[in-house]
């Protein structure tokens, strides 16, 4: 059983003027929750169990998923106050570790990384971590992450501002043995980007990376938001 940890108790506030009511994973695509078209695609790469880590208005995913969405299980854990992304995995965390690698995704990103292709990469090299990454242009949203030749991270925060950059596409691969190294209580405030990412590096944990080039979208702000739709049209 592949399980995977969707990060999705964020308050969503630069999302707040394009929908108003919702957390961000429940914002309407095309008359449906984005959540689902990220449900969707991870059931057809093989996930058979998700845990939602949930916080800001919990309620509307929960009551619209419920405990099974096509077959597949749903479990939650719910933040009582907000944990940042890194303290929304640890949350959820306790219901993944157990059974092997897990899959991590952000809520809020959509990103067609092949779970085959990364589970075998991962294992591959022995990773703690292994990051989807995409390539971008785009400057000044998404931080540029240096890999080495052979794919293993070596900054997470590329000096080279200008032209196109591999950057963290929001989909990981996750060992059980790399959340011992972050040290860091469940019920505390952490970011994945700023605090448990750049202390696995700094402790000399197996973070690495591998450029996929599928359909990425991160609707965390407006303009994305209503691109989305786009994209994701089936």
Not at 47 to 65: D, K, N, P, T, W
Request: proline residues 5%; aromatic residues 12%.
């Amino acid at each position: 059983m592949t399980s995977a940890v969707i990060l999705a108790g964020g308050l969503g506030t630069r999302l707040r003027s394009a929908v108003p009511e919702l957390p961000k994973p429940m914002a309407p695509i095309g008359g449906r929750p984005f959540l689902e078209y990220q449900l969707d695609y991870w059931i057809a790469q093989g996930i058979s169990r998700f845990v939602l880590s949930v916080g800001y208005r919990h309620e509307a995913i929960m009551e619209h998923l419920g405990i099974r969405y096509k077959g597949v299980e749903l479990e939650y854990v719910i933040e009582e106050r907000p944990l940042g992304t890194g303290g929304g995995l640890l949350l959820a965390a306790e219901k993944v570790s157990r059974g092997g690698p897990f899959l991590l995704l952000n809520g809020d990103t959509y990103f067609e990384a092949d779970w085959k292709v990364l589970n075998a990469y991962a294992l591959a090299h022995d990773a703690d971590c292994c990051f989807s990454l995409f390539r971008t242009g785009e400057k000044g949203r998404y931080m540029g992450i240096e890999v080495s030749p052979d794919g293993r991270i070596t900054s997470l925060k590329s000096e080279h501002a200008d032209g196109f950059r591999l950057a963290n596409g929001g989909v990981y691969w996750v060992h059980p043995r790399a959340l011992h190294g972050w040290r860091f209580a469940s019920n505390e405030k952490a970011s994945l980007e700023d605090d448990l990412f750049p202390a696995a590096l700094t402790s000399g944990q197996r973070l690495f990376g591998i450029e996929f080039t599928g359909t990425f979208i991160d609707i965390g702000v407006p303009d994305d938001y209503h691109r989305a739709a786009t994209l994701l049209a089936v």
